[in-house]
């Protein structure tokens, strides 16, 4: 909590004396704060620097509002808590958007582990199924401790993601139209069949004809059963996904260990 703290009266000053320099240059009257907090101390100075002006240029340009931190003691939190008090003090919004999406890397030792987490409605655009894919897009670097690249490609993953969003790729839409001319070979088969057999002229026979009498007596009856107990064992996961509140705010998380 004393991270906190110190970070929120920092952030309190530096609006105190900057904010008129920074509604100047925010056409949109948004409040920015740092959108790299590296509290863990895994990047340079110069790498940090350059993250943060990607960071800055995704929410200036695109309207992005995407968070990257780090941090190697949650003080008795969880690491979505912890994420969640930041962002709640940091004021992320841009544009007319309400939320954020977030990467927190915890070096704690309790936790060794890497979070996507969005926040109110970056929520649908980045789903579960869109956190594990970029979750292992970025596996290797944070594996192997190449903090730096793995952020590097998670702001092109979150830029992608939030562009695409909705949209039918080439590839999705190759495979519907392949399947839409599947069906309707398979439709037109089925009724060029049927009115064929329709034009064939063919003499009623009863059923019955088809019958012997008498000819099936049934003698034992007996039931088997081939398995008598069915046992499931859940599968134990190196991550999942989870969600809550915070401050007003919904949000997601997928997590990923180191």
């Given at each position: 909590?004393?991270?906190?703290?110190t970070l929120?009266?920092c952030?309190?000053?530096?609006?105190?004396?900057?904010?008129?320099?920074i509604a100047?240059?925010?056409?949109r009257?948004?409040?920015?704060?740092?959108r790299?907090?590296?509290?863990?101390?895994?990047l340079t100075?110069?790498?940090?620097?350059?993250?943060?002006a990607r960071?800055?240029?995704?929410?200036?340009?695109d309207?992005?509002?995407?968070i990257?931190?780090?941090?190697?003691?949650?003080?008795?939190m969880?690491?979505e808590?912890?994420?969640?008090?930041?962002?709640?003090y940091?004021?992320?919004?841009?544009?007319?958007?309400?939320?954020?999406?977030?990467?927190?890397l915890?070096?704690d030792?309790?936790?060794?582990?890497?979070?996507?987490?969005?926040?109110?409605s970056?929520?649908k655009?980045f789903?579960?199924?869109t956190?594990e894919?970029?979750?292992?897009?970025i596996?290797a670097?944070m594996?192997?401790?190449?903090?730096?690249?793995?952020?590097?490609?998670?702001?092109?993953?979150?830029?992608d993601?939030?562009?695409?969003h909705?949209?039918?790729?080439?590839?999705?839409?190759?495979?519907?139209?392949?399947?839409?001319v599947?069906i309707?070979?398979?439709?037109g088969g089925?009724?060029?069949t049927?009115c064929?057999k329709?034009?064939?002229?063919?003499?009623?026979?009863?059923a019955r004809?088809?019958?012997?009498s008498d000819?099936f007596?049934?003698r034992?009856?007996?039931?088997?059963y081939?398995y008598?107990?069915?046992?499931?064992?859940?599968?134990?996961?190196?991550?999942?996904?989870?969600g809550?509140?915070?401050?007003?705010?919904s949000?997601?998380?997928?997590?990923r260990?180191?």
């Amino acid at each position: 909590m004393k991270k906190i703290l110190t970070l929120v009266l920092c952030l309190a000053l530096s609006a105190f004396f900057f904010l008129p320099v920074i509604a100047e240059e925010d056409d949109r009257g948004n409040t920015e704060y740092d959108r790299v907090i590296d509290l863990a101390d895994v990047l340079t100075d110069s790498e940090e620097e350059e993250l943060l002006a990607r960071a800055d240029k995704l929410a200036r340009d695109d309207e992005i509002s995407y968070i990257i931190m780090t941090n190697d003691d949650n003080e008795g939190m969880s690491s979505e808590e912890y994420a969640m008090e930041l962002y709640y003090y940091g004021d992320y919004d841009v544009g007319d958007g309400n939320g954020a999406i977030i990467l927190y890397l915890n070096l704690d030792p309790s936790d060794r582990a890497w979070y996507y987490i969005p926040v109110d409605s970056y929520e649908k655009i980045f789903d579960d199924e869109t956190r594990e894919k970029m979750n292992d897009d970025i596996e290797a670097d944070m594996r192997n401790g190449d903090y730096y690249e793995a952020f590097l490609s998670s702001i092109e993953l979150v830029k992608d993601q939030y562009k695409n969003h909705g949209k039918l790729s080439v590839t999705d839409f190759l495979i519907c139209l392949a399947v839409a001319v599947v069906i309707g070979l398979v439709v037109g088969g089925m009724r060029l069949t049927s009115c064929r057999k329709a034009m064939r002229v063919v003499a009623p026979v009863d059923a019955r004809e088809y019958l012997v009498s008498d000819s099936f007596r049934l003698r034992d009856k007996k039931t088997y059963y081939l398995y008598s107990t069915v046992t499931r064992t859940e599968k134990q996961k190196s991550g999942g996904s989870s969600g809550g509140s915070s401050h007003g705010h919904s949000y997601s998380s997928s997590r990923r260990s180191l």
